[in-house]
């Protein structure tokens, strides 16, 4: 019993050690797939909350300020009054609206809200696609560089497929004629999807130009400019070794 007592304390050590990682490792894999989702999606259904309450805070500071077409005239749709030319021979003034400078959020600010009825998503969009300041927290990020909404160009947008909310899991579900709105500030932009890419390579940066077309896979996408949006994220789930990419095109815009 003695000359084994110390090949069973080793026994019951090693035991112990691999019982203790096997709890370590169980409570990582509950940190990253049960509490990063809770955290991120409490803390982008709030940050939504705010947005809403900033416009609508917004648009009651505004009422009776003017007639109901001036409330209506945001920058970021229709642009400021172009000042009228000189009164030169039978020249008359104008009114026509120029359009104005596209104004580029700060980084990491959350400003207009996705929502897709058919997955019942409803997330915060952030300025950059960076995972610290944007993705990890349940937002989906928008590539700087592409256009803003309703712009001209593709709006394009990155989120993640597992764990931190997930907002992006189940855009594979989405097919031609669904519909995602895109709410800002100023309006409600409509887009209506048209195309998908199951997968691609993650450098495919194609799918996110301005006329949207995969340089992986050229069959895939567009020819012509237009007003596009295109939703990014992983593929296969919990990997991050290719893209899925879903492409729409704006169908509807309701001004505030």
């Known amino acids: 019993m003695r000359r084994n007592a110390p090949w069973l304390r080793g026994l019951w050590t090693g035991a112990e050690v691999t019982v203790t990682v096997g709890v370590v490792l169980l409570l990582l ?6 509490w990063t989702n809770r955290q991120a999606r409490e803390g982008a259904e709030r940050k939504v909350e705010a947005l809403e309450r900033e416009w609508e805070s917004g648009e009651a500071a505004e ?12 920058p970021e749709d229709l642009g400021e009054l172009a000042e009228p030319p000189p009164d ?20 990491e600010q959350a400003y207009a809200v996705l929502s897709i ?16 300041g944007v993705l990890n927290k349940g937002y989906v990020g928008h590539y700087p560089g592409s256009a803003q909404p309703g712009g001209a ?15 992006f899991r189940y855009i594979n579900r989405l097919g031609k004629g669904d519909r995602l709105t895109v709410d800002t500030k100023a309006a409600t932009f409509t887009y209506t999807v048209d195309r998908t890419l199951p997968q691609t390579s993650a450098r495919d940066s194609g ?19 237009g007003l596009y949006i295109t939703l990014t994220t992983c593929t296969p789930e919990y990997t991050s070794k290719y893209r899925l990419i879903v492409w729409g095109k704006l169908t509807a815009i309701k001004k505030r």
């Open 207 to 225: 799918v996110i130009a301005k006329v949207p077309r995969s340089i992986v896979k050229p069959s895939y996408g567009y020819s012509e400019p």
């Open 88 to 107: 030169e021979g039978n020249h008359r003034p104008t009114t026509e609206r120029k359009p104005a400078a596209p104004r580029t959020p700060d980084y």
């Open 117 to 132: 009825p058919k997955l019942g998503v409803r997330v915060p969009v952030a300025q950059g696609v960076s995972k610290q």
């Open 153 to 167: 160009g593709n709006f394009a947008l990155a989120g993640h497929r597992n764990t931190h909310g997930e907002p």
């Open 29 to 34: 894999v509950v940190h990253q797939l049960w």
């Open 63 to 74: 009422a009776g300020d003017g007639d109901a077409d001036e409330q209506a005239a945001a």
